[in-house]
């Protein structure tokens, strides 16, 4: 068997930290060094993916496939399609800013927090590009436990209470998909007379409508909710966002939520068909409910970090609602929104990152007048605000306009309250931004910051020239999704057993 | 006269290995006499190595000895297998262990090894009175084992609640077996079957089943039965404690499974749902208590009563799915626990045992390794892919689904989690917590070292690469249960 390309993306970070063990711990320069290296050369091996990604195919590409347990017919599947491209791209761009990010900010066990690190980004590659339930399961469980240790290790005051509510509430959810899974495997080999727990072979199959079925959606649903997170689910987010360190809100907000909606769309859409189109008026409201909740709360948080969380359930609920409404338009416009999220949350966090690490202090009221001076910094946090905002012209305005396109063909009255959505974000980003920023310089402490160093801008670049990117020629991203999910719709049309006209 | 019944000493070969060893042992430690035993652990582990290779170069060649009332098929061998594995690490985790606790007995070793040729002896026993002959030769060892810091006031409370206790169970088991006999005039498992497959079973057969499942279930630590394991867990030394948590488990699961799942099979629709009560009654009483408990050799007991409960899923689910991931489970829980004692048994604080979570804080600062290696031991307990505590809760509860007990599935699932809290609590302390005062520090050992490396080469070979082991098991099952 030779070794593909999907593979050496997947397990070259873990293959770092393996290596990177053997240095001796007070050689922390070597040890962030490496660790830099070789998450920017996992980068550098993911360009080809989308390069060579052949955007007139919806079939899998690059698929790799080793048998692993064959009698229970677990093999190590691997592949990519126009829905996880994209997200295995976001991955290992922002894997190595978060690394950046954390070059200072965290002296303490550096040679721990690397390895941690670099494990957290095979198990999040792993998610993405997955089709063997199994092998899924195994990443999407063993990814929890860096996590754990990024935010309980390195965490503010509080981190191993969010640590510990982070663990708990995405292991309740994901167990369950563990039997769900186990279940889907036995009907389908019951139903077929092959067990497999091959995606690709498992999602050809059409499951009756029923009980089971509707059990097992729940089951999965439950554990991609969880991690979304979508209202009433949200709650272990804010704890996590506010305890971890910036590297792992940069990490959380921009890859681990993103599984959440992936799941949705990977698992729950075209296996269980039938169920996800009988629970698209619940998805439907509790989108609508997280889109508005989290602005309002974002709005009255006093603390920028609890902001920048509770706007990720607001955005997240957008995301949402694209995914059910099963157009076209909202499927793309939700996977396009799932990556510029990632980047413009992300570029959030590590904007409050570095101020944090200059005033040591979060809450808005500590800052006002800064646009006189850190011009550089208010500019690069200008940007990320207006993208996360949805101005027209960045990232964020392209995926909100597609979903709600999608949306409006659904229902027009769930368009009308998901727009309000994009309001709202205006009204508390932008006072917020006008609060810090504006203004006179009411504390002293504030006089002599520091502006931008160029390890910050070396880091928020990177970030800023996707964000431009994808607002102004979003169809460099958009066309390599529209094949795969036309076909998924497709897939999801033919096997309902109720007709649907999207 | 009564002819003398047939004898085939190849049907007892590992067990002989053992037994040889062990009066080996009880003569080296006579002659000549000497104040450390190092060489009593090195001979000792030399036998259960041999015990091993013999077991393994018997593999696929069945042997019955003694009227059959002693089988050594591929399911007995499997067990042994398991059995010398927790043997040898239990050995190595001894020698500076007992060293440092200044208790250096010759004894101790050939206790253990006989402890083990009973527990092995379980494995093979096709016959209710052999059954109860091994199981008191292997407890018999292990209650005088649990006492062996006789200073100590918690080793008597542990040796004597676990004798009278121990002493307790077998009557019933005694007595289920009087019972049994007399329902179904035999003691041979091939006779039981026949007796046991019938449309209606006599009262007489039922009390008697359920006074046998209330002597397994003390041996096995199944709730409502497992009242001595905290005491037990706690006081024994900790070498010993691994040896109860591991092999005692395994060779009572063995003859468990060869009784229930093998001679009573057909019996399955009397004993079934009761099993699945007790399993349910076990995992969540073992998972609830085990967070309020601060003691780390507690915690570990109760731990082991909730793993006792994901085995017992198996139980229920039965065929060669469900008995072959209790095999496997077996296996790779007993890396996994001897791992986590191994580490207890390492880590000490002024010259004590350092069994209180406290003593924990910051380890991950003071020692990375050691730290390290507890993490991996404790998160395959939790189930965490891709680790051998994983792969087993897959293969146990995929067998429940299989056969149809999804909510019970579900039951353990949720235990899982709640599992997950109390376990990393110790990592929470480890690595997130700095110690208030001084805390436990290791003591260099090169055996128990080994001791840890093979366990955690174990968990993440069992977990990477399980289809291996797991074939082996599913074919070790098959002549079992038919």
Redesign the interface.
Known sequence: MTIGLLTIVTFLPAAAALLLLLVP?REETVLRVGALLATVATFALSVPLYVRFDARMADYQFVEYAR?????GVGYHVGIDGISLLLVLLTTLITPVALASAWRAIDD?VK?FVVTLLVLETGMVGVFVSLDL?LF??FW??M??PM??II??WGGGR??YA??KF??YT??GS??M??AI??L??QHGAATGLHTFDLPTVARWVMPPGTSQTLMFLAFALAFAIKVPMFPFHTWLPDAHVEAPTAGSVILAGVLLKMGTYGFLRFCLPLFPDASLAFGPLVFTLSIIGVVYGAWVSTVQPDLKKLVAYSSVSHLGFVMLGLFTLTSQGLVGAILQMVSHGLSTGALFLLVGMIYERRHTRMIADFGGLWAVIPAFSAVFMIAVLSSVGLPGLNGFVGEFLILVGAFQVNRTLAALATTGIIFAAVYLLWMYQRVIFGEVTHAENRDLRDLTPREWALMVPILLFIVWIGVYPVAFTSKMEASVDALIAQVQSKASVAFSR | MIPAPPVNLAALAPTLVLLATAVLVLLLDLFPPRNDKTHLAVVSLAGVIGALLTALTRWGRDQRGFRDMVVLDNYALFIDVVICYAVALVILLSIDYLRREGVQTGEYYALVLFSASGMMLMASANDLVVVFLALELMSLCLYVLAGLFKQRLDAGEASLKYFLLGAFASSFLLYGIALTYGATGSTSFERIVAAASGPDRSVLFLVGLALMLVGFGFKISAAPFHMWAPDVYQGAPTSVTTLIATGSKAAGFAALMRLLLGALRGAQPDWGPLMWGLAVVTMTLGNVVAIAQSNLKRMLAYSSIAHVGYMMVGLVAGGTSGAGAILYYLFAYTFTVAGTFGVLTLCARAGEEAVEVEEYAGLGRRHPLLAGMLTLFLLSLIGIPPLAGFVGKFYLFGAAVQHGYLWLAVIAVLNSAIAAYYYLRVVVFMYMREPEAAGAQWTPSFAGGVALAVAAAGIVILGVMPAPFADLAQSAVATLVR
């Open positions: 711990r692993w347990m064959p009698n229970l066990r721990e199994f399961y195994v469980e063993a929890l436990i754990y240790f309980g290790v981190r191993i640590a510990v663990v708990l292991m309740v167990v369950l563990l039997v186990l279940a495997y036995y």
